[in-house]
Antibody, heavy 122, light 110 residues
Framework: QVQVVESGGGVVQPGGSLRLTCAVS????????MHWVRQAPGKGLEWVAL????????DYADSVRGRFTVSRDNSRNTLSLQMTSLRVEDTAVYFC???????????????WGQGTPVTVSS | QSALTQPASVSGTPGQSITISCTGT?????????VSWYQQRPGRAPKLVIF???HRPSGVSNRFSGSKSGNTASLTISGLQADDEADYFC??????????FGGGTRVTVL
């Protein structure tokens, strides 16, 4: 069955950096666009970034563009999110999610991990 | 402040139908039919229940239905059950290539 497991969250000071990883299994990773979505404590969801199935296309929410970088290793079935210049408002649980459609850059998220918490605080 | 506007809470009794609205603009909901809905139970990851405005993924109950009119999308849950208690979030693709969520609606089964 499909499994999506995030890791790498923790506590970091404002201005610091953190790298999140998402390990997947149960489907052909290289055929799916992947997304990062976050949820601040007690708040709603916010789409953060995507990377196409082949890694050639990336896009970011305006709130993180220029600070976050998404990447993937299709040989290792892993997705990463490098976060730099972190701000207090980046505090959230970060979810990794699979796109609904194969071989497309889509609009929907069908399989999600349980999330990894990131706290930005001095 | 979220890009899409949802009511904070909606409640109903078992067996009743409820509808959650999601209001956007001509730049998101009104621009495309790329509207989806997610159910999130406490402490759990979100679950896709509607995509392309009104389509259900395999395995999702047909008690869930979606629609859209102009800049507003709606999710209807018919035959409300205790298991439907959760937060529900709408999502839309925008003309700026962003994917925006609503603030979420807490559904309570009385």
């Amino acid at each position: 069955q499909v499994q999506v497991v995030e890791s790498g969250g923790g506590v970091v000071q404002p201005g610091g950096s953190l790298r999140l990883t998402c390990a997947v299994s149960g489907f052909t990773f290289s055929r799916y666009t992947m997304h990062w979505v976050r949820q601040a404590p007690g708040k709603g969801l916010e789409w953060v970034a995507l990377i196409s199935y082949d890694g050639n296309n990336k896009d970011y929410a305006d709130s993180v563009r220029g600070r976050f970088t998404v990447s993937r290793d299709n040989s290792r079935n892993t997705l990463s999110l490098q976060m730099t210049s972190l701000r207090v408002e980046d505090t959230a649980v970060y979810f990794c999610a699979r796109d609904l459609w194969e071989l497309l850059i889509g609009y929907y998220f069908d399989y999600w991990g349980q999330g990894t918490p990131v706290t930005v605080s001095s | 402040q979220s890009a899409l506007t949802q009511p904070a809470s909606v409640s109903g009794t078992p067996g009743q139908s409820i509808t959650i609205s999601c209001t956007g603009t001509s730049s998101d909901i009104g621009a495309y039919d790329y509207v989806s809905w997610y159910q999130q139970r406490p402490g759990r990851a979100p679950k896709l229940v509607i995509f392309d405005v009104s389509h259900r993924p395999s395995g999702v109950s047909n008690r869930f239905s979606g629609s859209k009119s102009g800049n507003t999308a709606s999710l209807t849950i018919s035959g409300l059950q205790a298991d439907d208690e959760a937060d529900y979030f709408c999502n839309a693709y925008t003309i700026y290539s962003q994917r925006v969520f609503g603030g979420g609606t807490r559904v309570t089964v009385l």
